[in-house]
């Protein structure tokens, strides 16, 4: 019989990786099999059903029914991702908002071929009124199997599509059954922000997994040739095995800093760009231990955390951010308000900018104020949240 999955607490130190800058305390999640984890935030409107079946794959269903005839929407895992945790969080709390009556499916496919042809089929036999593509890999997957049929899908947590080749620009809509949200600020937009913090930047150190194709096609490959095309030195500061990420980088970002140092001495027009691979982004206190005083910036917004362990700058969007969007986007396909043939890319704008002030002080980095003033995120000089999702954070005691 249909079980409903109890909530576990999970400490801050894991959390703050999963949620959005700052709401990392004392939250509780749900789980199946380690995979599939949400918040309260999405807790308080839906129950959580584990399939009897199998451990990956699992029902979620309003507590109270919303307006109109039900929908049914079936969203496609890859892998368990804190990213993904973030993600479906936000869909299902946009949802519940719109008093949609909707019931998800959630399903890990793990990222095998076959298993997603498996799924899919079953999905398609069980006719589904949308699908969410969760993550680049599952967004791959379903462009290169099962475009141009009758279910429509909204990508969420995925890369930039024009830069994949997967639409041709961002004005049109895809002519398929596609409708695409970007998790990448546009190029030019991040180049601007670099000039304003570095006028006189010389290099940028472009920290990439070279097994995570999307990052390094949308977040390593693009900034490298803009910044070159205006004589910057942009190189990638890579690894290759994810496993040994810790240790990989631990070489590999030393030596960059001590080749930034021969067109920059004194590290004052350099910068690390921290892109959306997770082996990467996940060890950011050995970056910042071999840093030395090379500002360290995330296009991840979630890599700006409370603590000394944190970038000491995001311009990006947030996995919260891109969810909110591609949610409504889902919103509006499945009650027939659009088609997602018919939208344009969802790119988020202005950016999720992010501070830590801990860091920049460490470092000796000086932040334009007009970049305060942007920030949806920022960490005070000794690494406490100020400011959260734009609003100020009221600490005990009643200080703000």
């Known amino acids: 019989m249909k079980t409903v999955l109890r909530s576990v607490l999970l400490a801050a130190a894991v959390a703050f990786i999963a949620l959005s800058p700052a709401d990392a305390e004392a939250q509780s999640m749900n789980r199946i099999a380690g995979w599939f984890k949400i918040y309260d935030e999405a807790l308080a409107n839906w129950d959580v059903v584990d399939d009897e079946n199998s451990d990956l794959k699992a029902t979620l269903v309003r507590k109270t029914p919303g307006t109109g005839p039900q929908k049914r929407v079936f969203v496609l895992y890859p892998r368990k991702s804190s990213a993904y945790d973030v993600a479906m969080t936000k869909i299902l709390t946009v949802f519940a908002e719109k008093d949609l009556n909707v019931k998800f499916t959630v399903e890990n496919y793990t990222n095998k071929t076959d298993a997603g042809k498996a799924v899919m089929a079953q999905a398609y036999k069980d006719g589904y009124d949308l699908i969410f593509s969760m993550g680049s890999e599952s967004t791959a997957f379903l462009y290169q199997n099962f475009r141009d049929s009758k279910i429509p899908v909204v990508t969420v947590c995925s890369k930039d599509p024009v830069q994949l080749g997967q639409m041709k620009d961002y004005e049109s809509g895809s002519g398929i059954n596609f409708a695409f949200t ?57 690894v290759d095995d994810p496993a ?55 296009v991840v917004p979630e890599n700006v955390q409370e603590g000394p362990d944190s970038a000491v700058m995001s311009i990006g969007v947030s996995f919260d951010s891109n969810a909110h969007l591609a949610a409504i986007y889902g919103a509006d396909v499945v009650t027939g308000k659009t088609e997602a ?20 002080r460490d470092i000796g980095l000086k932040v334009p104020f007009s970049f305060f003033e942007a920030s ?25």
């Open 376 to 400: 949806a995120y920022v960490y005070d000089h000794v690494g406490k949240v100020v400011r959260n999702k734009g609003q100020s954070v009221v600490k005990s005691g009643g200080d703000s």
């Open 182 to 238: 970007s998790l990448n600020v546009l190029l030019e937009v991040q180049m601007a922000y670099l000039k304003e913090l570095k006028p006189n930047l010389k290099n940028i150190g472009i920290l990439v997994d070279l097994k995570n194709t999307s990052a390094v096609e949308t977040q390593g490959r693009p900034i490298a040739e803009a910044a070159r095309k205006e004589g910057i030195n942009a190189f990638d500061v890579a």
């Open 341 to 360: 043939s018919k939208m344009k890319v969802g790119v988020v704008s202005p950016p999720d900018i992010a501070l830590n002030f801990l860091r920049a």
């Open 244 to 298: 040994m990420a810790k240790d990989q980088l631990a070489q590999v970002v030393p030596a960059a800093v001590a080749r930034m140092r021969k067109n920059d001495p004194e590290l004052k027009d350099s910068v690390f760009w921290v892109t959306g691979s997770t082996s990467v982004f996940v060890e950011m206190a050995t970056i910042n231990q071999h840093s030395d005083k090379v500002p360290v910036i995330s």
